[in-house]
């Protein structure tokens, strides 16, 4: 089956990668009203290429923001398992746009890389799946398990409605399990199975001294200094160690075993001084940087302002400073606690001489773990080895996909997170692209994939 299949690719590859610069060209940015129309087109491409594909039932969905696109094939009949697959067709703004090489939403191709934005997130991953679902149905007029399809367009905005909606319409959308191609592979060319995401919570807090700056020569050492009461209590959260010094913030925290250790060390390691320009790396206590990374909950400073910014001195005691934090979560920590746990902290370590206010972060997410031993994860793996003809790693990520935590505490059915990017793609940045190898090798991995999950044992 999967020879017809892989043929079918190869002969229309430049007709597939025509129909995905079609795709690209739409600039369905979801944050910015401007391009509401565009979103909704972007929508319509979805639906429009689930029909031809011959999804049974295609819908466009709308919620209280960008609309949703719905499909469902049922063709491999009661005995097949179903995967839901989930992605997105928005993406981010292009700004600043004299900074691309070419125009973001003219796609182009230049040494085997194809340049747009949402080339690699994820309308370009997305669009894979869909072009693997076309020829399978061009050759087989079957595809090897059931599939529903959930494509949103507001992910890049916090996917604020999708949840209501995966709520409110449960059974529409349960599976058997669920695939996600919005992430990518540890070093290019070195195919990974992600089996562990990070949570994320944050908070902003300012503090306020005196009602208006002040003359720092006149009230210094009178009055309390905003910015620099601000400073201690930001030295106050992790020592040099980079060990948190929040009273409670590791309990229930799930240990590293001898055998995630091992796998996390079998991982590439990326040259920090190569991709970051710093000279040497930190870590927790006791820990690599690849196992903190991927595996211990971090507190992180994301920005803090106060007082002047102009050219030269201004001799002022600020009236206020803020500044805004964020932590990466691991499996055994609830956000909501960890959120609450920080705020403490700062309250208990607020100078005397000066107030604060507390902006909560009002969105959040629990970290995502399946066991790398799981059949779903191995075929992922196996299918990987056979297109890239290389050994794939296990790895956790470092960063947060929350719609992953929500279909696994909605649906408690295992999400398998096969991603094709890599990190020379530029996500959000200037000149986003997406590999050409990855766009072949990757499809190639989704047909073995499916040929092979059928007769996996869930």
Not at 60 to 69: D, M, N, R, S
Not at 277 to 295: L, P, Q
Not at 336 to 350: A, E, M, Y
Request: net charge negative.
């Amino acid at each position: 089956m999967s020879e017809k299949v892989l043929a079918y690719l190869q002969d229309n590859r430049e007709r597939l990668l025509d129909k995905l610069s079609e795709f690209l060209s739409i600039p369905s940015v979801s944050t910015d009203s401007v391009h509401k129309q565009d979103v909704a087109a972007a929508a319509e491409f979805v639906a429009n290429y689930l029909t031809e594909i011959g999804f049974s039932t295609v819908e466009v969905q709308e919620t209280k923001g960008h609309p949703l696109v719905y499909g469902e094939w049922n063709g491999a009949g009661d005995e097949a398992p179903t995967a839901l697959l989930y992605g997105h067709y928005d993406v981010q703004p292009a700004d600043p746009l004299e900074l691309w090489d070419s125009e973001p939403f003219k796609p182009e191709i230049r040494e085997g890389r194809l340049y747009a934005r949402g080339a690699s997130d994820d309308k370009g991953q997305v669009f894979m799946h869909l072009a693997v679902f076309e020829a399978y149905m061009k050759t087989e007029r079957s595809i090897p398990v059931n599939i529903k399809v959930c494509i949103e367009g507001e992910e890049e905005i916090g996917s604020e409605n999708l949840y209501q909606v995966l709520e409110e319409k449960k059974d529409q959308f349960s599976a058997d399990f669920a695939i996600i191609s919005d992430s990518g592979m540890v070093d290019t060319g070195q195919p990974t199975v992600l089996y562990g995401l990070k949570g994320f919570t944050g908070l902003e807090f300012t503090v306020h001294g005196p009602s208006s700056d002040l003359h720092s020569g006149i009230y210094g050492g009178v009055v309390r200094n905003p910015a620099m009461a601000m400073a201690h209590m930001l030295a106050s959260l992790k020592d040099e160690q980079e060990v948190v010094q929040v009273e409670g913030f590791y309990d229930g925290v799930e240990e590293l075993t001898e055998d995630e250790r091992k796998l996390i060390a079998d991982v590439p390691g990326e040259n920090y001084q190569q991709t970051t320009g710093v000279e040497k790396t930190v870590s927790e206590k006791g820990f690599t940087a690849k196992e903190h990374m991927m595996a211990r909950p971090t507190m992180e400073i994301n920005g803090m302002y106060s007082g002047y910014q102009g050219e030269g001195t201004k001799t002022i005691i600020p009236a206020s400073a803020t500044a805004k934090l964020t932590c990466r979560l691991v499996p055994g920590m609830d956000p909501d606690h960890i959120q609450q746990l920080v705020i403490d902290h700062l309250r208990k370590n607020l100078p005397a001489g000066v107030t604060m206010d507390v902006k909560p972060e009002p969105l959040s997410a629990k970290a995502y773990k399946v066991n790398p031993d799981h059949a779903l994860i191995k075929t992922a793996g196996d299918s990987l080895q056979k297109a890239f003809g290389k050994e794939a790693v296990f790895a956790r990520l470092g960063g947060s996909i929350p719609v992953v935590e929500s279909i696994d505490s909605i649906f408690h059915m295992p999400v398998v997170l096969l991603g094709f990017g890599t990190p020379e793609d530029r996500l959000h940045s200037p000149n986003e692209s997406f590999p050409l190898e990855s766009f072949d090798k990757g499809m190639e991995t989704l047909v073995y994939y499916w040929n092979q999950v059928k007769d996996t044992s869930l």
